[in-house]
């Protein structure tokens, strides 16, 4: 129970360091570019989120469960890698071919470019490892590393519009510098590190987390969806309104990060070595995103207006119920990612997938029909909506394969010798 609250603590002191850093960079780049800068720089950034996404596809995750039963397996470390540099590669081709027909200025071009060389320091990224060996404090350390570098250099580097280049550039340097990091603790605490290409063990590898991959691609690519179709319906102010609260809404859910990373190796460790423990310690962590999400999302509801017309102006109050209505989606949001990391600890990754592209599917119906008729309101209700459904056919799945109570009672002796261990 020590180590685990340790490590929560230092969870989210690196996850809200890191937001916060992140969140001083874009503010100081929207200044600089102004509005057409900063639109010209967070379009090219989503061509390297993709090639992020797919060179990722879900290896990662699968790696975190299976590092997290066989800490010692360096060989399937090696194998991921290997796996993940492979197929950045073969992704940084597609796009640079996909350059040479898409439409935009050579300026517009460059810049992409320059940003999807991160996607070479990313491959090498060992963060899994260590959030599979519950080593949280160099997780926090070299999430920090990479937003506070990429902050540093924007400060030291970008003067003016006309140096629009450098914003890739600190943004490469910033994830190299953490990468750089990570590499260095493995070696100093497991002596090397072996990258191995194994197209046999690529292929078993894809096989397994691709289920867990497009998972994560579709979800992603739902949350587009709002944004384009309020613009194509109603233009900027009512985008702007809707990502006024979302914003907000967003940065609550560094909660549902800190329970991914802290559960799902004990889970998976778990589903292993102590699967009779597996329903209490997922009846004790949900009893705990549903008390935080509470009291939270209560607290931001209540002075919700205030909360916006303090960060944003007093021009963005009328964003007041878009911010309510998605409180309900963050008090749902967690418990469907610990619930479905749940499946994928238990090898039910097939079932996370079809929840998650159910998910998908009724946002796809129901963003464009509520955001017709009730504008950034009808989108957040969308979304809470698909998210709340989902998470009734999540608990169904999961209690189809292992049996938990809720609401989840508490019982802190028990529960104390079960987490101990960990």
């Given at each position: 129970?020590?180590?685990?609250?340790?490590?929560?603590?230092?969870?989210?002191?690196?996850?809200?360091?890191?937001?916060l850093?992140?969140?001083?960079?874009?503010?100081?780049?929207?200044?600089?570019?102004?509005?057409?800068?900063?639109?010209?720089?967070?379009?090219?950034?989503?061509?390297?989120?993709?090639?992020?996404?797919?060179?990722?596809?879900?290896?990662?995750?699968?790696?975190?469960?299976?590092?997290?039963?066989?800490?010692?397996?360096?060989?399937?470390?090696?194998?991921?890698?290997?796996?993940?540099?492979?197929?950045?590669?073969?992704?940084?081709?597609?796009?640079?071919?996909?350059?040479?027909?898409?439409?935009?200025?050579?300026?517009?071009?460059?810049?992409?470019?320059?940003?999807?060389?991160?996607?070479?320091?990313?491959?090498?990224?060992?963060?899994?490892?260590?959030?599979?060996?519950?080593?949280?404090?160099?997780?926090?350390?070299?999430?920090?590393?990479?937003?506070?570098g990429?902050?540093?250099?924007?400060?030291?580097?970008?003067?003016?519009?006309?140096?629009?280049?450098?914003?890739?550039?600190?943004?490469?340097?910033?994830?190299?510098?953490?990468t750089?990091?990570?590499?260095?603790?493995?070696?100093?605490r497991?002596?090397?590190?072996?990258?191995?290409?194994?197209?046999?063990?690529?292929?078993?590898?894809?096989?397994?987390?691709?289920?867990?991959?497009?998972?994560?691609?579709?979800?992603?690519?739902?949350?587009?969806l709002?944004?384009?179709?309020?613009?194509?319906?109603?233009?900027?102010?009512?985008?702007?309104?809707?990502?006024?609260?979302?914003?907000?809404?967003?940065?609550?859910?560094?909660?549902?990060?800190?329970?991914?990373?802290l559960?799902?190796?004990?889970?998976?460790?778990?589903?292993?070595?102590?699967?009779?423990?597996l329903?209490?310690?997922?009846?004790?962590?949900?009893?705990?995103?549903?008390?935080?999400?509470?009291?939270?999302?209560?607290?931001?509801?209540?002075f919700?207006?205030?909360?916006?017309?303090?960060?944003?102006?007093?021009?963005?109050?009328?964003?007041?119920?878009?911010?309510?209505?998605?409180?309900?989606?963050?008090?749902?949001?967690?418990?469907?990612?610990?619930?479905?990391?749940?499946?994928?600890?238990?090898n039910?990754?097939?079932?996370?997938?079809?929840?998650?592209?159910?998910?998908?599917?009724?946002?796809?119906?129901?963003?464009?029909?509520?955001?017709?008729?009730?504008?950034?309101?009808?989108?957040?209700?969308?979304?809470?909506?698909?998210?709340?459904?989902?998470l009734?056919?999540m608990?169904?799945?999961?209690?189809?394969?292992?049996?938990?109570?809720?609401?989840?009672?508490?019982?802190l002796?028990?529960?104390?010798?079960?987490?101990?261990?960990?």
């Amino acid at each position: 129970m020590d180590k685990i609250s340790k490590n929560f603590v230092r969870l989210f002191f690196g996850e809200g360091l890191s937001h916060l850093f992140g969140f001083i960079t874009n503010a100081y780049i929207a200044r600089i570019l102004g509005v057409e800068g900063f639109g010209l720089i967070n379009y090219s950034l989503a061509f390297l989120t993709y090639l992020l996404l797919f060179s990722n596809i879900g290896f990662t995750t699968l790696g975190t469960r299976e590092v997290s039963r066989e800490q010692n397996d360096n060989t399937l470390i090696g194998t991921i890698t290997g796996a993940r540099f492979t197929l950045t590669l073969l992704l940084f081709i597609f796009f640079l071919s996909l350059l040479t027909v898409i439409p935009g200025t050579t300026q517009v071009k460059t810049v992409i470019l320059f940003y999807l060389f991160t996607g070479i320091p990313y491959a090498f990224n060992l963060e899994f490892v260590f959030q599979a060996r519950e080593e949280m404090g160099i997780v926090a350390t070299g999430k920090i590393i990479q937003s506070l570098g990429y902050l540093i250099f924007i400060l030291i580097l970008l003067r003016n519009p006309k140096q629009i280049l450098t914003i890739p550039i600190a943004f490469f340097a910033g994830y190299t510098i953490a990468t750089i990091l990570l590499i260095f603790f493995f070696i100093k605490r497991y002596k090397r590190l072996y990258v191995l290409f194994n197209f046999s063990a690529f292929a078993n590898l894809l096989s397994a987390a691709l289920p867990i991959g497009l998972a994560t691609i579709i979800y992603q690519a739902v949350f587009n969806l709002p944004t384009i179709w309020l613009r194509m319906l109603y233009g900027e102010k009512e985008v702007g309104l809707f990502s006024a609260g979302f914003k907000i809404v967003l940065l609550l859910l560094i909660i549902e990060r800190v329970f991914y990373y802290l559960v799902f190796p004990i889970l998976s460790r778990a589903s292993k070595k102590n699967p009779a423990h597996l329903p209490l310690i997922i009846e004790l962590f949900t009893l705990t995103l549903m008390v935080i999400t509470l009291i939270v999302a209560l607290g931001v509801g209540i002075f919700a207006s205030k909360i916006i017309g303090l960060i944003y102006g007093t021009n963005f109050i009328a964003a007041t119920p878009v911010l309510r209505i998605l409180l309900l989606y963050f008090i749902t949001a967690p418990l469907n990612t610990l619930w479905g990391y749940a499946l994928v600890a238990l090898n039910q990754e097939r079932k996370f997938f079809k929840v998650i592209f159910l998910i998908a599917l009724m946002n796809l119906l129901m963003i464009p029909v509520l955001g017709y008729l009730f504008k950034g309101t009808g989108v957040a209700l969308a979304i809470f909506l698909s998210e709340f459904i989902g998470l009734l056919i999540m608990h169904q799945k999961l209690s189809g394969v292992i049996q938990f109570r809720m609401p989840p009672p508490v019982n802190l002796p028990r529960i104390k010798e079960i987490l101990n261990p960990f």
